[in-house]
């Protein structure tokens, strides 16, 4: 099994040693994403409800990189520095998921990246990626 590094500028460039993504075996692996707009650098972080919005747009852009949707999800977590924040966040989620959801687990953190409030990663069945 190969793996191959899927980068995209209509996400945040990788702030660290890593990859957007990876795919390996018809699975898609997307890094933790927190909200950074794409264009600027810049957080978003006017309120919780934008952050987790920009977060949910990073990933999908990383998703649509490789032809992937947010219907080929199959888990996520969720990474927040306060679990107060976890009723908005479940309800900005819910508006880009859809039945059948993801497993997911939610977890409350000390910190993230950039100060961030939240931050989500993925795996995805791709079965469409080409791994050469």
Do not use: H
Not at 23 to 32: P, R
Not at 34 to 39: G, V
Request: charged residues 15%; contains cysteine; glycine residues 6%.
């Amino acid at each position: 099994m190969s793996k191959r590094a899927i980068e995209t500028s209509a996400a945040p460039s990788a702030i660290g040693p890593y990859s957007q993504a990876v795919t390996a075996g018809g699975w898609l692996f997307v890094s933790g994403q927190i909200p950074l707009d794409p264009q600027t650098g810049e957080l978003v972080d006017s309120s919780i409800e934008a952050a987790t919005r920009r977060v949910l747009d990073n990933l999908t852009a990383v998703l649509s990189a490789t032809g992937t949707t947010l219907g080929e999800v199959v888990r996520t977590t969720i990474y927040l520095t306060d679990l107060a924040d976890f009723a908005t966040v479940n309800a900005v989620y819910g508006e880009y998921f859809s039945a059948p959801y993801p497993a997911r687990a939610t977890l409350q953190v000390a910190a993230l990246p950039r100060n961030s409030r939240v931050e989500i990663d993925a795996i995805a069945v791709c079965n469409g990626i080409s791994e050469s």
